[in-house]
């Protein structure tokens, strides 16, 4: 069962990530002119939103970790944007050269505290480990309100907004990055207690590289935390070329992660359909069927694991 144990490694591996909105910084609003793509896809071009892909013991576990996979090089290629395109602009002047040749400029829309600011690419290159140059045009937008504001409550409502394309030099692969993220979150703290709270909607998000392409749609995930443990919830359906369709991901049962320690859930379900379903129950939530997390396949139990050290994963990576 080891090939399909793997599977809920990547499973589990990329949910708090999306929980978290991968590298965006961003909060949620629907207000201002832009409007929310909802579920339209631009470059699903094959239509894989639409077709089932087979959850079974002789399902290939190794695409659902190329979907794992492609999903992390998105929000990683993010990151890289952010880091060398956007974050070094924050000071004047607004239009700046990016590392390898063209700019970025800013335009700024919003009084502090409030944050509205939106981005142009023009030819910017940047350099991204594993690809290289990385050279890309479009826009990213992040508009972010302070809706509250108290001695020990501070509360956020915004989103961030990405249309960027461009090539890989060294491949001369296109790529592209379109997606919408909605954010709402809290924060509250007194002498004995911290706690936050965020929302997060995704609709959609989509990452195109050469061939490969992965998309989330109608993602709506809960995050709660405090000093000790953090729980996510999470519904989505998760779209890519390397299933060839998609698995709509849930968690019947919240996932809890220990604050310092993201190497194995505490309690939780975690769940994938298509053609077939896949649960992985954590902890209590395991029913007595193991200790650390059991794997359900189809409605038969199919693994079990009574200590963590036992199981060949981090679910948190």
Not at 80 to 100: H, Q, V
Not at 220 to 245: F, M
């Amino acid at each position: 069962m080891k090939g399909l144990f793997r599977s809920g490694a990547v499973v589990a591996g990329t949910l708090l990530l999306v929980a978290c909105g991968g590298g965006g910084s961003g909060s949620s609003d629907s207000g201002g002119e832009e409007t929310s793509p909802g579920t339209k896809l631009s470059l699903d071009t094959k239509g894989y939103a639409s077709k089932t892909v087979t959850i079974s013991t002789d399902t290939d576990i190794d695409s659902i970790a190329q979907l794992n996979t492609d999903l992390n090089e998105a929000f990683e290629v993010m990151d890289i944007i952010e880091d060398k395109a956007i974050d070094a602009i924050f000071e004047a002047p607004y239009t700046r050269a990016c590392p390898g040749g063209g700019t970025t400029t800013l335009v700024e829309n919003a009084s502090t505290p409030n944050v509205d600011d939106s981005f142009t690419f023009d030819n910017c290159v940047v350099d991204v480990a594993g690809y290289g140059p990385l050279l890309f045009s479009g826009s990213y937008r992040e508009v972010k309100n302070l809706k509250d504001e108290k001695a020990i409550n501070r509360a956020w409502v915004g989103y961030q907004l990405y249309d960027i394309t461009g090539e890989v030099k060294n491949t001369g692969e296109t790529f592209a990055l379109k997606g919408r993220f909605e954010r709402d979150e809290s924060y509250s703290s007194d002498a004995t207690d911290a706690r936050y709270h965020v929302v997060l909607g995704i609709a959609p998000f989509e990452f195109q590289l050469g061939d490969r392409y992965v998309a989330l749609v109608d993602q709506k995930s809960e995050q709660d935390g405090d000093e000790y443990d953090i729980t996510v919830d999470v519904s989505s359906r998760w779209v890519g070329s390397a299933i060839g369709g998609y698995v709509l991901v849930s968690t019947p049962t919240p996932i809890t992660y220990l604050n310092d320690d993201f190497t194995c859930p505490t309690d939780g379900v975690m769940r994938f359909e298509s053609d077939g379903v896949a649960e992985f129950r954590y902890g209590p939530s395991a029913s007595g069927t193991a200790q650390a997390m059991a794997i359900w396949l189809n409605d038969q139990l199919v693994a079990s694991y009574d200590s963590c050290d036992d199981i060949e994963f981090s679910p948190a990576e």
